[in-house]
């Protein structure tokens, strides 16, 4: 099974930016659908966005949409999260996820390989 560990996160003023990145190892993101989810203190796990690698299909929550863009290096068997103008409700702790489902989804318990999450925290 693919293992996942994501970095890029940490401490950004509202309007900035970061680039978070999850990488596989003891495989390749063939034929898997990668997801981000987030997770603030005392909320459940929230979809962010989502990809197909073979085909880069994306799509993504409605309160990230406009401001995000996920996007895949296919050589590196890296997937990358661009956040622009951050605010406050960003923060969060961020994961990625994949799953061999053959169709795209935002469950999290579809998902059935996890990294250890990457804390983004936005001041103001």
């Known amino acids: 099974q693919v293992q996942l560990v994501e970095s890029g996160g940490g401490l950004v003023q509202a309007g900035g930016s970061l680039r978070l990145s999850c990488a596989a190892s003891?495989?390749?993101?063939?034929?898997?659908?990668i997801g981000w989810f987030r997770q603030a203190p005392g909320k459940e796990r929230e979809f962010v966005a989502a990809?197909?690698?073979?085909?880069?299909?994306?799509f993504y929550a409605g309160p990230v949409k406009g401001r995000t863009t996920f996007s895949r290096d296919i050589p590196k068997n890296i997937v990358y999260l661009q956040m622009n103008t951050l605010i406050s409700e960003d923060t969060a702790v961020y994961y990625c996820?994949?799953?061999?489902?053959?169709?795209?989804?935002?469950?999290?318990?579809?998902?059935?390989?996890w990294g250890q999450g990457t804390q983004v925290t936005v001041s103001s």
């Open positions: 996820a994949a799953h061999r489902r053959p169709f795209s989804t935002r469950r999290a318990s579809d998902y059935d390989s």
């Open positions: 990809i197909s690698w073979s085909g880069g299909v994306t």
């Open positions: 003891g495989g390749t993101f063939s034929n898997y659908r």
